[in-house]
């Protein structure tokens, strides 16, 4: 990831604009929360939106995810555990 980051960078200042530098850092990851972030970040830039909302924002929403996933797994488990107490 930072060595993607700093491709990233290096694109920017060589005058590629961010925009097209983060559909590139998207496109050379190719992970569905790399692919997220990128496009918060397009729209970000495209409004002209604070991109630190964006970011947290973000922020919230992977948050959100993990936490649904931990509640998924902890209502799986308790299930689990019931089976060999029954038997």
Do not use: C, Y
């Amino acid at each position: 990831l930072g060595r993607e980051l700093r491709a990233f960078r290096a694109e920017n200042q060589a005058g590629l604009s961010r925009e097209e530098s983060f559909r590139r850092l998207s496109r050379r990851l190719d992970a569905p929360s790399v692919s997220s972030f990128t496009s918060a970040m397009i729209h970000s830039e495209r409004t002209g939106a604070g991109m630190s909302e964006s970011l947290r924002r973000q922020a919230d929403d992977v948050w959100s995810r993990r936490r649904e996933r931990a509640m998924q797994r902890a209502q799986a488990l308790s299930t689990k555990l019931a089976v060999p107490l029954v038997v």
